[in-house]
């Protein structure tokens, strides 16, 4: 980088990243070693992060799943070696370093060591070790956060984490206040670069739903400086980490139905909120296409909330007619109005199981049973469902609740 060597500087070190360790899979097949090993590492020096990830292709001769341990610990030993100052490292995103072990004749620019090591770094003199340097095809894209946009934003320094629900769902707090907030993030560590537009595709529902009964409601989105900035504080525009969600404290449907936990009679009234919820997505002209119990979640009065909206699919939440087609996101809008009828149909079904032989269990599944029918000729039409779905009102003139 910057062109000259430095004096280690006292402030210099390497932060490791172990859990960004990976390696490719094709090893798992036959029990060969790994063709390519990585990790992410940030290089601290001179009061500069630099953000890189050392990709090894060198064969180091330990194979077999269980070696994996020491294949990081021999990759990370190598990490420790090298001279980062010595190389063009790219400023503002992530560097990678493509390192591999070659004939000495390729003229590509040899890997630069810490002086400490040149000495007693022996190789076979035809082999020398190379590298090569590209930016991170598999890094992070963070959205712009563009002031225009209005969106109600929170500065992720503003707001403490509780605790982790799955891979990138967080309970967290505003700081200073009480009131518990969900905080779901771009990054996650299956992270692939179309999971941006996932997510943008996630946050542009909301924005439209917002206010909509029933259905998760958008708090802001979480901003920062790029995490990937070089110079701290070099006042660059603000990216987009995740989004803060309203919090619904009493479970996901799936607990609720696992536990045959109804919350008193309250679950008797979630298929007709739920319908209703699904009507009010579908007039905005946006459809869920994950309905499952998972994607459900009880507030605080006891009334369900969908959540996850728009942007998944479960193979197996699919209505039959459409498993073998194309991608179900692409469907006609009209043919994923007809999908979500389906998957809720078989919700319902599930629900009902709460009071397996109660009468409001057998009018629950009865009306599951006839939106998911195999056959889509034969099935309930959803005007129809909503008219015949119990109401709070219907069930207490039934004497049912
Ligand atoms: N607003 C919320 N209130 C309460 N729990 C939530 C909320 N959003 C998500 N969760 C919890 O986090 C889990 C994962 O969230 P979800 O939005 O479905 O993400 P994913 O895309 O990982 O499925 C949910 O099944 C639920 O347990
Ligand atoms: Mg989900």
């Known amino acids: 980088m910057k062109g000259f060597h430095h004096a280690l500087s006292i402030s210099e070190h390497i932060q490791t990243f172990p859990r960004t360790y990976k ?3 094709g090893y798992r097949v036959d029990d060969s070693e790994p063709c390519e090993r990585s990790e992410n590492i940030i290089f601290h020096a001179d009061g500069l992060k630099w953000h890189v990830k050392v990709t090894s292709k060198a064969k180091i001769g330990i194979t077999k799943r269980a070696g994996l341990l020491k294949r990081r610990k021999k990759l990370e030993a190598l990490i420790s070696l090298i001279d980062f100052h010595s190389i063009s490292l790219l400023p503002d995103t992530v560097s990678e370093i493509v390192i591999e072990k070659v004939s000495c004749l390729l003229c ?4 630069p060591l810490k002086q400490e090591f040149q000495l007693d770094y022996t190789e076979p003199s035809d082999t020398c070790w190379v590298y090569t340097i590209q930016e991170d095809a598999s890094r ?7 002031i225009e946009s209005k969106l109600p934003m929170i500065a992720l320094a503003d707001i403490e984490e509780k605790e982790q629900i799955s891979n990138n769902v967080f309970l967290v707090t505003s700081k200073g206040r009480d009131e518990n907030l969900i905080y779901k993030t771009v990054e996650h560590p299956f992270y692939e670069q179309n999971h941006t537009a996932v997510f943008q595709q996630e946050l542009r529902n909301l924005v439209l739903l917002q206010g909509c009964r029933n259905i998760v409601q958008l708090v802001a989105v979480v901003t920062s400086p790029s995490p990937f900035q070089t110079k701290p504080s070099s006042g660059s525009v ?6 803060v969600l309203e919090y619904y404290p009493n479970g996901t449907l799936e607990d609720a139905i696992h536990l045959l936990n109804g919350k008193g009679t309250a679950w008797k009234t979630w298929p007709c909120h739920l319908a209703h919820a699904l009507l009010r997505l579908h007039n905005t002209c946006i459809t869920h296409m994950d309905i499952t119990s998972r994607n459900v979640v009880i507030d605080a009065a006891d009334e ?8 998944g699919y479960t193979y197996e939440n699919l209505a039959p007619e459409f ?16 999908n979500d009828w389906w998957a809720f149909g078989k919700l319902l079904i599930e629900l009902a199981s709460i009071e397996d ?12 049973e006839k939106l998911s029918c195999e ?7 959803i005007s129809e469902a909503i008219r015949i779905l119990p109401t709070s009102k219907k069930l207490i003139y039934r004497n049912i609740i």
Do not use: A, W
Not at 304 to 311: A, L
């Open 238 to 243: 603000d990216v987009i980490l995740g989004m």
């Open 23 to 25: 390696e490719d899979q």
């Open 375 to 381: 056959h889509p000729e034969d099935r309930l039409d």
């Open 140 to 146: 992070v894209l963070y959205p712009i956060y563009d």
């Open 108 to 111: 590509l620019p040899k890997l």
């Open 304 to 311: 369900p909330v969908f959540i996850d909206i728009g942007v």
């Open 357 to 368: 032989n109660g009468s409001s269990g057998t009018i629950i599944r009865n009306i599951g």
């Open 323 to 338: 498993r073998n087609d194309f991608p179900p996101l692409e469907l006609s809008f009209n043919q994923r109005c007809q």
